[in-house]
């Protein structure tokens, strides 16, 4: 395989399994250095070890994202452990179904302080380090298809990442002039680890109502944001590429009767 990656280094937030973890994995296999970040440090350390186990030079760092001194820990620990950061992927986020009558304070800002504060500061901490180094980076956000297309119970994360995207296109006045490149992928239906415990038969109910018949699964997303992180995109910035299946094209919703169980328990 072609070591795309080789001498970068790259921090990928919310790996332990799903999409970062898989990002993280195609990273090191094409001959990155990564630093793999999760909530749950048992989880982070699994992680990279299947990852080194493939070859793979990674690093776990265990950590909330939403704690600003945990993202500008890991960066400052990426530059201790490796020498330097070219990439960071914030991909750590909280999925929070919720009906918007009901919906709490507390919830509401548990899901800002991860999918915004999270990811506008270790943008922050990358650049900055992108910076002093002097030869441009890559920033890539993970938004999500419900920053284009209303998804009932989803009020609040769908503004997340409606507003990640709006982020990345603002930030191309600020980063482009040191050669720093921002976008943001937005995945749709996507068979994780998470939807599943969610919704057992979330592949099958997806697949129904995707043009392409299935839903994506982690590898398709990883292979968008690593085309964000190449050398092949470097004149890309400011933009979101949505990786759905075509769904958003006719955006029809399955029952949503899990949310509502969920609920009534």
Known sequence: MQKKFEDKVAIVTGAGVGIGYEIARQLAVQGGSVLLNDVDAALADQAAERIREEG?????????????EVVRGLVEKAVADFGRLD????NAGLTSWGDFFDYEPDTFDRVLGVNLRGSYF?????????RRQ???GRIVLISSVTAHQAVRYLSCYGMTKAALEMLSRNLVI?????????NAVAPGATVTPRNLTDD???EEI????????RPAMPEDIANAVLFFLSPQSAQITGQT????????VVSPTPALDFVEKQQKA
């Open 241 to 248: 590429l949505v990786v759905d299946g075509g769904w958003s």
């Open 174 to 182: 600020e980063l482009s002039p040191y050669g720093i490149t921002i």
């Open 87 to 90: 990439m960071a992927v914030a």
């Open 206 to 213: 997806w697949g129904q109502i995707t043009p392409t018949q």
């Open 134 to 136: 002097g030869d441009g």
């Open 200 to 202: 057992p038969r979330y």
């Open 122 to 130: 270790l943008a922050q901490a990358a650049a900055r380090q992108m």
């Open 56 to 68: 793979g030079v990674c690093r776990a760092v265990g950590g909330d994202t939403a704690n600003v």
